[in-house]
């Protein structure tokens, strides 16, 4: 019912806003250098007073740049908008949004990533549909056939967020699996890296040849982040790519009948967090990996310490950064797609279809919804994913011979002082609407983004290069297998498959997670012996916590979003 209510007073709300601002509307007359078929720029007659809206993302970006940079400016002048962001500090994105409901203060747009069924059932998402039928036809060009994606469940089509996955991308790199720091590779005469046993040899013969830094501090064989929520992306979810099953979030699906169990639960990742157990056992594990706080962990990468890591480099890119500004680039990382042996192969590429998941959205409290799905839809104009993703012309980038091109003193600061290219020129910061992926052209015939294989070439630092030349490949996902190696997923990706708030099966998962944070660090810091004894505790804890009641549940949900997305 609730849902329903805000349904009804989000189309009051358009409905007043159309009268107010009707000769506002932007009906897609207006184009600009990098046009479409979409609209691209507020019509002279858009309401652009300054606004400065509240943004509340789950994911901490410490470049953010209150609209300071080159692209902050520029929207700020086009839109009238200004955004003020905000992120989790001392605690968990899952505590800030909790906080909201709580509190019942939200700010204007949200990115809650795996909370928004929180704010859902509280009822403080607005029901985007008749914002975007009315006033974003950019955003709905981009969709297109996925928009019934979109929508919340069966029971209710409202749609709360736009997915900031992105439409028709293709994967021309990798930014996850092992890694490993480019000396440690030289050094070792760039052995094969394809098992965990590959992986530890090379950390283990590297660190005892080199066993401190040239500045005297003692090397680290291989840290994982898992003293905070990344325990997620740097401990558990590894065990699955090494064994074969593809990202489902906390559950393994079975790809013929669908029938899902806590991936955990799998005889086959116990034997990679055996694995783990025995990297600590030799002294090749961080001690602190559990307990180190996340400016910890990117201050050990930083510094240079850390041979091995097992994360994406969306986690750690910024503490690599700091390596490549100080000229360390021997220290930073090539990645493999390593798996527990032979048997098996890395599925991190194996087809989803186009994700519906997490995004941004907005709330019940925002002060202006239409203008803000105005300010989203010039994000998704032609336009405006030019700017996102390349930033201003003649600045940087050029056009030449109808193509764009990165000069190479912009291309050198991005490729060897991210944080502070990110943070003055804003590309990367302003990716909060809807956006053509990797690989899709423009209607000038050049690609919406920059990530495509010639411009992933130039932007490897030498050592990349290097690397890359010595095992006869030419980007990092050659690594890996080919995209159609692997059968397409009917329901896309588990991950994106929210609990019900309240729920009882939301309260078994809430418990299976606490379960986990406890068991999985114990065993792997465990003595050997005491190895299997710990983890079937771990398994006993989570049947006694109700996993099989909720592996029927998530079953029937991965069941359901297969037919619901087969109409």
């Known amino acids: ?16 806003f159309v009268f107010v601002t009707a000769c506002g509307s932007n009906t897609g007359n207006n184009t600009g250098e990098n046009a479409g078929n979409g609209t691209n720029a507020p019509a002279e007659s858009e309401n652009l007073e300054p606004m400065t809206i509240r943004f509340a993302s789950g994911d901490v970006n410490a470049n953010w740049d209150d609209n300071q940079s080159d692209i902050g400016k520029f929207l700020v002048e086009k839109t009238g908008v200004s955004v003020k962001a905000e992120f989790p500090v001392g605690g968990s994105d899952a505590d800030m949004f909790a906080l909201m409901v709580a509190s019942d203060d939200y700010p204007d747009l949200v990115m809650p990533k795996g909370n928004i069924g929180k704010l859902v059932d509280a009822g403080a998402m607005v029901d985007l549909r008749p914002l975007i039928e009315e006033y974003a036809p950019n955003i709905k060009k981009i969709y297109g056939e996925y928009l019934n994606r979109l929508v919340w469940s069966a029971d209710d089509d409202a749609i709360y967020t736009l997915p900031l996955d992105l439409v028709g991308h293709t994967y021309f790199d990798a930014g996850g699996g092992f890694q490993l720091q480019h000396q440690v590779l030289e050094a070792a005469g760039y052995p094969e890296i394809k098992t965990v046993q590959d992986y530890e040899n090379a950390i283990k013969a590297y660190l005892e040849k080199n066993p401190k830094t040239e500045d005297g501090q003692p090397r680290i064989g291989m840290s994982l982040n898992g003293g905070e929520w990344q325990i997620l992306i740097s401990v558990t979810n590894p065990a699955f790519y090494a ?3 593809p990202d489902d979030g906390e559950f393994y699906v079975n790809q013929d009948t669908h029938e899902a169990i806590m991936h955990y639960q799998r ?31 990117k201050a050990k990468i930083a510094s240079g310490r850390v041979i091995g890591l097992i994360d994406q480099n969306w986690d750690y890119g910024d503490a690599e950064n700091a390596l490549k500004a100080e000229g360390k680039f021997g220290a930073t990382y090539a990645r493999f797609p390593v798996t527990l042996n032979d048997q098996y192969q890395d599925h991190s590429f194996q087809g989803t279809g186009y994700l519906s998941g997490y995004g941004v959205g ?17 994000l998704a104009s032609d336009e405006g994913q ?22 190479e003193d912009v291309q050198a600061m991005k490729t060897n002082d991210n944080n502070n290219f990110k943070k003055t020129t804003g590309i990367g910061n302003y990716f909060l609407s809807a956006r053509y992926g990797d690989g899709v052209l423009d209607p000038s015939g050049n690609y919406y983004t920059t990530t495509f294989p010639e411009q992933i070439q130039t932007s490897y630092t030498a050592e990349d290069k290097k690397t890359l030349a010595a095992y006869g490949v030419k980007v990092y996902k050659d ?23 309240g729920s009882k099966a939301n309260v078994i998962f809430q418990k299976t997670q606490d379960i986990m944070k406890k068991r999985i660090p114990e065993a792997i810091l465990a003595k050997p012996a005491d190895f299997d004894k710990v983890y079937d505790a ?20 991965v069941k359901d979003r297969v037919e619901l997305w087969s109409k």
């Open 1 to 16: 019912m609730k849902r329903k209510t805000q349904y009804a007073l989000t189309l009051l709300l358009a409905l007043v």
């Open 386 to 407: 030019v700017l996102v993703n390349w930033g201003i012309e003649g600045k940087h980038y050029n056009v030449v011979d109808g193509k764009r091109v990165i000069p």
């Open 243 to 245: 064994t074969g099953a």
């Open 267 to 297: 005889p086959e990742e116990r034997e990679y967090f055996r694995w783990l157990n025995h990297m600590n056992d030799v002294g090749l594990l961080d001690k602190e990996s559990f307990v180190q706080k996340y400016d910890q962990y």
């Open 538 to 557: 771990f398994l006993k804890d989570l049947e006694d916590a109700g996993a099989a009641e909720l592996n029927a549940e998530f079953t029937k949900m």
């Open 479 to 501: 690594f890996w297998p080919s995209d159609d190696a692997f059968p397409e997923r009917k329901y896309g990706a588990a991950w994106t498959l929210p609990f019900e708030t």
């Open 362 to 378: 907005i709330t019940t409290s925002a002060q202006d919804p239409v203008r803000l799905i105005k300010y989203l839809d010039y």
